[in-house]
């Protein structure tokens, strides 16, 4: 027997029982955004090499071994996006959307890296993401900040705290930088392979390292916030005064320095404890050169990204499994025409109502099990070939058996005290 073709391994099925609760986290996160004043954008999932590595990074997790880069059959070089900021900042320059104005967006789709799955982690999995450009200043980072806080409370999730740093500007990073290195250097023996390759490459990356064993080196390694620039240093200490003024938590942490290379200034985590290893559920901050590394006008800008099954898991939305709402009933075949024409009107009067009608035969006791099994409310029982009289029955609770004109039926289905629904 041949083996049962299987998905690729860390990309997943979204299964049925589990689209509810994605479709219900897809709109609160849509609400949300619009209610900030968002718009939607979609991007391809397909983009040039190039684009990723002049954007992320070039010795960054993401770019050196994370991406699914293939040359498609002109022998160009594509990747399928491991993240959206940068196909978005390529989607407003082609556009000619930040010319001269501000811009607020949001997008949700997958995204693809090669990670070693696991519960948190998959290969194929989804963000959803918002990217401001024309907004200068800490006012905005704190707006995001708020953002997604109102989506916690929206969702009814309570465990998670904020994490917030500031990487200041390039040059404060270059003058940092080097006493880093020198520093690196010096305790060489005790790092792992990884900080070494690292240290002179991406040294600030060397503090994101999650080694246990080389941690206190890393402690004492020189801090970022002692080599600030004075404008970052300011903006850091109005983002803490607004988030003071907001009542929004937070935690100053020095080592949180992001896996992408394009922050600058504010970076943040939402993290929680809930989720194990895998706990950022949410991740952005400034990235003010970032266009005008990718070609454009020197524009400010910020964003985050949300790992939408890891906000899933968080949230608990269990779902209520149904399929329908009224189920049809067809005692004999003669009535099937009568039956569907009748579960046509049902969905036209009773708009937002799923009404699914028998469709396969089977004795009435078949019948009443599937419409059991759909989760449905109420049966509705075809009594003619006409379809012009119906018996109504409640499956849930208490409730008579009534029989009715079928143009009374919408009537009565939409006083919820007769109807049951
Ligand atoms: P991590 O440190 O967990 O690898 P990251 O810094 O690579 O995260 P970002 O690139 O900032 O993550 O992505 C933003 C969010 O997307 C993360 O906080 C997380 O919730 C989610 N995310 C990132 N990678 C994955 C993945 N492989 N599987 C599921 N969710 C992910
Ligand atoms: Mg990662």
């Not at 607004?242 to 290379?261: E, H, M, T």
């Amino acid at each position: 027997m041949s083996k049962t073709l299987q998905s690729i391994r860390g990309m997943h099925d979204v299964l049925p029982e589990q689209t509810p609760a994605w479709q219900r986290l897809e709109a609160a996160l849509a609400e949300t955004a619009v209610a900030f004043g968002y718009e939607e954008i979609r991007m391809p999932i397909v983009e040039q090499t190039g684009l990723f590595a002049r954007s992320i990074g070039e010795v960054t997790d993401i770019v050196e071994k994370e991406m699914y880069t293939f040359d498609d059959r002109n022998g160009d070089s594509l990747t399928l996006r491991p993240e959206g900021t940068a196909g978005c900042v390529r989607a407003c320059l082609q556009h000619g959307l930040i010319h001269n104005q501000q811009r607020r967006l949001w997008y949700i789709g997958p995204m693809f890296r090669h990670e070693r799955p696991q519960k948190g982690r998959y290969r194929q999995f989804h963000q959803f993401g918002v990217e401001v450009f024309g907004v200068k200043g800490a006012e905005l980072d704190v707006e995001l900040i708020q953002m997604a806080r109102t989506l916690w409370s929206r969702l009814g999730i309570e465990d998670v705290r904020l994490e917030i740093n500031t990487l200041g500007q390039p040059e404060a990073r270059a003058r940092h930088r080097q006493v880093l290195v020198e520093y690196l250097e010096g305790h060489a023996d005790s790092l792992d392979e990884e900080a070494r390759r690292r240290m002179h490459e991406n040294p600030l990356r060397v503090l994101d390292s999650k080694n246990p064993a080389i941690q206190s080196i890393l402690e004492g390694a020189p801090k970022l916030a002692d080599y600030l620039d004075e404008e970052s240093a300011a903006d850091f200490e109005r983002t803490c005064e607004l988030l003071d003024a907001l009542g929004i938590p937070y935690r100053v942490n020095p080592r949180l320095v992001r896996g992408l290379d394009y922050y600058n200034k504010l970076v943040f985590e939402w993290v929680t404890e809930s989720l194990g290893a895998q706990g950022t559920i949410c991740a952005g901050g400034r990235y003010d050169g970032l266009v005008e590394q990718l070609g454009g006008r020197a524009t400010p800008a910020a964003g985050f990204a949300i790992g939408i099954e890891r906000l899933l898991s968080l949230a608990g939305d269990e779902g209520d499994g149904a399929r329908a709402d009224v189920y049809v009933i067809v005692p004999e075949a003669g009535r099937q025409a009568a039956a569907m024409r009748l579960a046509d009107r049902l969905r036209d009067g009773l708009a937002g109502r799923r009404v699914q009608c028998n469709l396969d035969g089977g004795s009435l006791k078949a019948q009443f099990k599937r419409a059991d099994r759909s989760g449905a409310g109420l049966a509705v029982i075809v009594e003619d070939t006409e379809g012009a009289e119906v018996s109504v029955k409640p499956l849930r609770g208490e409730g008579e058996q009534r029989t009715v004109s079928a143009d009374d039926l919408i009537d009565l289905l939409t006083d919820r005290s007769a109807g049951g629904l």
